[in-house]
C-alpha cells in the first residue's frame, strides 16, 4: 500500500506565496504520475497540476498556469507545488495524488490519494 501525505498549507493574503509538499511512501512509485488537486466547498475536485514520472513533463490547468509550479524531489516520491500570486479563488482543500496514467488529469486515473492540506488565501 501507498501512504500519500501532504504538507505546508496555510492561510495567506492575497498575491502571496505558499510551497505545497507531498512525500509517498510504502511501495515503489516507478513510473508513477504525480498530481494535485484541490476541492473548495461545495464543489467538486478538480485537477491543478500534474507531472511525470521523470519530472521532465508538467501540465497546468488554466488557472494555475503562470502561477503554480510543480517539481519533482530526486528521489521521484517527493514533489512540490510552488504557488505564487494566490487568489482568494485559490482557497480549497490540496489533494496530492499518484497514478499510472500519462498526463493525467481526471480524479478517476490516479490511485492513491492524500488526505488533503488546506490553503486560504484573504482577500
Known amino acids: 500500500q501507498v501512504q500519500v501525505v501532504e504538507s505546508g498549507g496555510g492561510l495567506v493574503q492575497a498575491g502571496g506565496s505558499l510551497r505545497l509538499s507531498c512525500s509517498a511512501s510504502?511501495?515503489?512509485?516507478?513510473?508513477?504520475?504525480m498530481g494535485w488537486f484541490r476541492q473548495a466547498p461545495g464543489k467538486e475536485r478538480e485537477f491543478v497540476v500534474g507531472?511525470?514520472?521523470?519530472?521532465?513533463?508538467?501540465y497546468y490547468a488554466d488557472s494555475v498556469k503562470g502561477r503554480f509550479t510543480i517539481s519533482r524531489g530526486n528521489a521521484k516520491n517527493t514533489v512540490y507545488l510552488q504557488m505564487n500570486s494566490l487568489k482568494p479563488e485559490d482557497t480549497a482543500v490540496y489533494y496530492c495524488?499518484?497514478?499510472?496514467?500519462?498526463?493525467?488529469?481526471?480524479?478517476?486515473?490516479?490511485?492513491?490519494w492524500g488526505q488533503g492540506t488546506q490553503v486560504t488565501v484573504s482577500s
Open positions: 495524488a499518484a497514478g499510472t496514467s500519462v498526463s493525467a488529469i481526471s480524479t478517476n486515473e490516479y490511485t492513491y
Open positions: 510504502g511501495r515503489t512509485l516507478s513510473g508513477y504520475t
Open positions: 507531472i511525470s514520472w521523470r519530472g521532465n513533463s508538467a
